[in-house]
């Protein structure tokens, strides 16, 4: 099955062409560059940045793959969760196209997309299996059954991690996105240093609590200031290299204690954290006990390529979404579907 897929629901416009496992083209534009000035996504800016360079990409991904738009089984879009103006841009031109050349059209859960990114690379990956989703906006473990049976058994209560790295990162002034500035800094310095706390690692729920750690930075930023240390002099890497760490082991705690009680040892992580060279190495030492798949880094962050592979499997399961799909930006409204 050869499906187009169409992904803007946040700050990266993407489109992909994939033909069941294999991609045969994916394009990202990041939008990070005009964002990081302001520190963060903005949610206007965002929606019209997909609008210029949604049709751009669109119009190269089929000069590039030299696969007429006739010859696709079926379209894939983001439906949610995002920012509703993004979303709407996709939204819109995959039902122009759909409309054009009478495709089936299906609309994907961006979060199950970054869980079926792992089919990219593992086409022999079955369920059930435990999933650590660890993006910018959400910080989940999940029970997969399913392409149906996705229940999700543990969440962060506050800050997702990614939130947690990009806040600690502007704290340390280190700027946006703050996951790779950290994760690069960190390799020079001693996760030792500063013995941050593991906010509820040993509570018996699943979920997770980040935002007392970013303050936890703060007050020692702080500390240090206080006892003679500059902006210049701030020990950067130890600091990044320690709230690494401690976001780190709660995840890696949570997600193994997660496939323990439910008697499974395929651990899949999901979204940008899941790029992180730390987690990487520290998942290698857990090998012995689980085996972990890990999406390759150029399926970590935000692309149309999971998007469409989500696609194949509810185009396979029957579903034509069609003219009717509505952007949904709400989360949990968006997984009871
Ligand atoms: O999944 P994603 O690309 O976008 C969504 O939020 O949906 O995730 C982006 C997040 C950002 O918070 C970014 O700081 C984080 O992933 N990130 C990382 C790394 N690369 C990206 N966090 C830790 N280490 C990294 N290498
Ligand atoms: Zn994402």
Do not use: W
């Not at 690379?121 to 999933?131: D, E, G, S």
């Not at 007050?219 to 002099?233: A, C, F, V, W």
């Not at 760490?245 to 890696?252: F, G, R, S």
């Amino acid at each position: 099955m050869l499906v187009l897929g169409i992904e803007t629901s946040c700050d990266e416009t993407s489109v992909a062409l994939v033909e069941d496992d294999k991609v045969v083209a994916n394009l990202i534009y990041s939008q990070i560059a005009t964002h990081k000035k302001f520190g963060g996504v903005v949610p206007e800016i965002a929606a019209r940045e997909h609008l210029k360079t949604l049709p751009i990409l669109f119009s190269e991904l089929m000069d590039q793959s030299n696969v007429p738009i006739e010859q696709v089984d079926g379209i894939a879009v983001t439906k949610g969760p995002g920012l509703i103006g993004a979303l709407l841009v996709g939204v819109s031109f995959a039902k122009g196209l759909a409309l054009r050349y009478q495709k089936k059209l299906v609309g994907v859960n961006h979060i199950v997309g970054h869980v079926y990114a792992n089919y990219l690379a593992y086409p022999q990956l079955k369920p059930p299996y435990i999933v650590l989703m660890v993006s910018g906006g959400h910080t989940l473990i999940m029970k997969v059954g399913g392409y149906e049976d996705i229940k999700i058994i543990g969440r962060s209560v506050d800050d997702a991690a990614g939130e947690a790295f990009d806040k600690i990162s502007r704290l340390l002034g280190l700027g946006y996105p703050g996951g790779p500035v950290i994760d690069q800094l960190a390799k020079n310095g001693n996760s030792k240093a500063f013995s941050f706390t593991r906010p509820k690692i040993y509570d018996p729920d699943f979920d997770f609590s980040f935002s007392g750690l970013k303050t936890a930075v703060l007050y020692e930023i702080n500390r240090l200031k206080k006892s003679g240390y500059t902006e210049e002099t701030l020990p950067i890497n130890d600091l990044a290299a320690s709230a690494q760490e401690a976001i780190l082991d709660v995840l890696l705690y949570k997600v193994t204690k997660a496939a323990k009680e439910n008697g499974l040892k395929d651990i899949v992580l999901a979204g940008g954290v899941a790029a992180n060279s730390r987690l990487r190495q520290k998942i290698d030492e857990l090998s012995t006990q689980f085996n972990f798949y890990l999406p390759p880094l150029e399926f970590c962050s935000d692309n149309a390529a999971m998007i469409a592979r989500a696609g194949i499997e509810r185009l396979k399961l029957g579903y034509d979404d069609g003219l009717d799909i509505e952007p949904s930006p709400n989360f949990f409204e968006m997984m009871m579907q």
